[in-house]
């Protein structure tokens, strides 16, 4: 992901354990030089609430 413009470079993606399309949107990251972690199993703050 380039945002050179904006003056800085995503480096690292931190997202959850959901199984939809994440072999392919890690590939794509990866692809851009971005590290991908996981978060743990069952981290109830890593959604925002809804209020």
Do not use: N, S
Request: glycine fraction near 10%; aromatic fraction near 2%.
């Amino acid at each position: 992901m380039d945002l050179r413009p904006a003056g800085c470079r995503v480096r690292l993606l931190i997202r959850d354990r959901d199984g939809k399309c994440q072999a392919l949107f890690d590939a794509i990251l990866a692809d851009a030089g971005i590290e991908v972690l996981l978060a743990g199993v069952r981290v109830p703050g890593l959604t925002p609430r809804q209020e």
